[in-house]
């Protein structure tokens, strides 16, 4: 089975602060991405990366970086956390070719910033 | 650009009666349709793909089928444990360099016993 999984389910993190959320998947899998989920919103999508070191900006990249120095890992960077970031966090990964392949999805950390 | 809608929003069924949740979407060449489910506190667990027109796919009591411009998420005799959100997502053809899906807001089911 395809196994997505984030560093953390919950965290509580202050306004300003730096923060990294941490995804690894074990499948081999090229293509990753974040996404934040918020009520009324739906799953947005944040950035993704295509292969080690690629990286390409969502449809909300603002207040984010990525980090991708490995295949099997992509970090999403938070670089001065702000309340309206307060959101589940969700990592995916699928691989690449010429079809449509799904992506498997880890279980989301959900963040909240005071 | 890509859109996905669904409806209902939300759904309240009695367990055992059978009903369809609805996914119209727009897409400029469409690569593959999927249905995931997603349980509160969770991500989301892929269900089915489906790719092109006339295709169908089934999945114990979960039925999807395809058109040029909607899907449909049959689900027959539901049981309590089918409760969840269902999402729909779209993948485009024509852009080869941006593998991302595009989301529906989703179905909220509810079923009662």
């Known amino acids: 089975d395809v196994k997505v999984t984030q560093s953390s389910r919950y965290l509580v993190k202050r306004t300003g602060e730096k923060v990294f959320l941490e995804c690894v998947q074990d499948?081999?899998?090229?293509?990753m991405f974040w996404y934040r989920q918020d009520p009324g919103l739906g799953l947005r999508l944040i950035y993704f990366?295509?292969?080690?070191?690629?990286?390409e900006k969502g449809d909300i990249p603002e207040g984010y970086s990525v980090s991708r120095e490995k295949k099997e890992r992509f970090s999403l960077i938070l670089e001065s956390a702000s309340t309206n970031q307060t959101s589940m966090y969700l990592c995916?990964?699928?691989?690449?070719?010429?079809?449509?392949?799904?992506?498997?999805f880890g279980p989301g950390t959900r963040l909240t910033v005071t | 650009e890509d859109q996905v809608t669904q409806s209902p929003e939300a759904l309240r069924l009695q367990e055992g009666e059978s009903s369809s949740l609805n996914c119209s979407y727009t897409?400029?060449?469409?690569?593959?349709l999927f249905w995931y489910r997603q349980d509160p506190g969770k991500g989301p667990e892929f269900l089915f793909t489906?790719?092109?027109a006339g295709e169908e796919k089934e999945k114990e009591r979960l039925k999807a089928t395809l058109t040029k411009k909607e899907s449909f998420l049959h689900i027959t005799a539901p049981k309590p444990e089918d409760s969840a959100t269902y999402l729909c997502?779209?993948?485009?053809?024509?852009?080869?360099?941006?593998?991302?899906?595009?989301f529906g807001s989703g179905t909220r089911l509810q079923v009662q016993p």
């Open positions: 489906l790719y092109s």
């Open positions: 499948m081999d899998h090229e293509n």
């Open positions: 997502a779209v993948q485009a053809r024509g852009d080869t360099g941006r593998r991302a899906l595009t």
């Open positions: 897409v400029s060449g469409l690569r593959g």
């Open positions: 995916a990964s699928s691989s690449s070719g010429i079809g449509a392949y799904e992506q498997y």
């Open positions: 990366s295509y292969d080690v070191k690629m990286k």
